[in-house]
């Protein structure tokens, strides 16, 4: 079963940030996707350079380029709660493709990514491959990775 | 690079540079480069412009220095009046190369606080960069690891946010015991009065982190504080009220179609008066383009002009002049029937920003259409705007602070460029009212920098201000009876040592 996850709509309007990290905070799904696919693969994350050691660490997953952009739905989330410097998670029985995630760290613990008036985010985020937009998110191809096999990759907030 | 060498001497030669840093026990930080980055100057800009700093006198102003400055009891020729025994502080672009490097815009090097201290017989000058989180880490690794406002490094980072590359070099804000060192493109960045350690950048409001906050606030006669920002991909325009403990009172941001880039606003009694000259940031440029190279000029916009009542952000007025740019604005003030009346500093077109301000990085000088100091007359509510160019040379304007919003009639500016070198040769006081202009002319070895207007009791006051003498190859400070300003300074200093080209400062 893959699932699908539905806006948040007290997320904030960013002007600045990709809807797709907004919409992390209704992310409320663990990263167990059963599949019965022989093929499916595992991915863990080590995400880095968090901005203190409370709070917690959403994580969304995508699978296309739409998704990705649009307020849309990601394929999967994970919200993991920060106890030290580093926070680690796994997206289970994926299907080898293309996917993008999208990453922030809610240190003031009000489920969702603070942007200041602009839409600048004032709390640490990043994205997949350390992926860096001009004045807003990166595209899709710029943060998507290739999964063929059980990968495990490091993202790096700032 | 270490920074603690006091007195160092001034020259941005690359291997003076590497002398000073293997004294400083830095050198290992070298031998991460490659050796064709440490013998080759890979675009040639620093080649161009240590050539320069040989057969140019005026590169002078554009070296590097190479660490933190100090000199004390520094004699005085004459005599400081009482009213200007205080300190002046002032903000500048002064890390200008870096790693082999060298910027390709004035406006990239990091920014370096002078402090200078007046006693009647002495001085005493402190220089100190500013340790902004751009300056810790590119001195670290010893490149540029940012692609920055005027100068887009290949195998450098995108800006993450205005701050990745906030340079803090512009200007200063003494408020509530703090001393801000100003950019316009991002947060203002909180020194020690005292030591001039970098504290941090300063967060006015959660919702207001890293936000733009421009390096031309106005202080209204009672000390409220206003100003603006930037936000240029959003079309937003951020306004400040700031009270006179240093408190934010207000802040929002007003959308502004095609909000261009806004260096300097001014401020009446009852309203925010924007010059907004025609130059837009196309973001899509911005993905392969230096922040200023993203801006495009439209002249077809005109230069729009935006009235805002101060309390009341929603009553605004648009009104257009004809168009052209400008950097600076000497003051605003309005009559009993709500007719402002203001002086800017106008040229045709951007040329300065785009050409002339990158070109002397690399030892060249192009010379633009010079500001004119230019009188503007607006009518907000009849939608009327006129404006007359007025036959002065005019370039950094000051008036008398307590005046600001009211009616002034003197403004403080440098003058008389020449067609041989960047810069300006004298000092003039104008009277626009009469368009009469007293100055005094340092000559044609002298940069004129920024002068202020000091009051003083009922007196007309003094004006105090720093020039850069090419021949004898240092700084000088001086002061002037203002309504004496012909006659030359009473009192003048000399470091031991010339600074970089500064900016913008403020005596208290």
Known sequence: ?158 | MKHNLSNAPINSSRRDLLRLLGLAGASSLLAGLPCSAQANLADGWQGQFDAALKTEAWALGYRTPTGDLSASKIPVRGRFPAAVQGVLFRNGPALHDLGGERNHHQFDGDGMIQRFILSGDTLSHTGKYIRTSKYLAETQAQRRLYKAFGTDWPNAQKPLSPDSINVANTSVLPVAGELLALWEGGSATRLDLNTLETKGIKTWRDDLAGLPFSAHPKVDPDGTIWNFGVGSGQGLLVLYQIGTDGQLRRAEAIPVPDVPMIHDFAVTDKHLVFLMPPLVMDRQRFETMSFLDAHVWRPELGMRVLVIDKNDWSLRYNLTLPTGFLFHLSNAWEDEAGVIRLDYVRSDDPTILFQTTRDVMRGQYLRAHEPKLTSVTLDPKRGMATQEILPIDAEFPRINARLTGLRHRYVIHATQPIPQRPGYTAIARTDVETGHSDRYIYGTDHFAEEHIYIPDGSSPGWILGTALDLKQRNTVISCFAADRLAAGPVAQATLPYALPLGLHGQFI
Not at chain 1, 25 to 33: C, K, R, S, T
Not at chain 1, 49 to 74: C, H, I, P, Q, W
């Open chain 1, 1 to 158: 079963m893959q699932a699908t996850t539905p806006v948040d709509s007290n997320t904030p309007n960013s002007r600045f940030f990709p809807p797709a990290a907004q919409c992390l905070a209704g992310l409320m799904l663990l990263g167990l996707l059963a599949t019965g696919s022989a093929q499916a693969v595992d991915l863990n994350l080590s995400i880095r350079n968090l901005g203190s050691d409370k709070g917690t660490v959403y994580v969304a997953l995508y699978d296309s380029a739409d998704s990705f952009k649009s307020r849309g739905k990601g394929l999967a989330g994970q919200y993991i709660p920060v106890y030290g410097s580093t926070v680690t998670a796994t997206f289970r029985g994926l299907q080898p493709g293309r996917y993008a995630l999208s990453v922030f760290h809610d240190e003031h613990g009000n489920g969702k990514l603070d942007t200041n008036l602009l839409g600048l985010p004032t709390e640490p985020y990043g994205f997949s491959r350390d992926a860096v937009g001009t004045m807003g998110p990166p595209t899709f191809d710029a943060a998507a990775i290739d999964l063929k096999e059980d990968s495990s990759i490091v993202i790096n907030l700032h």
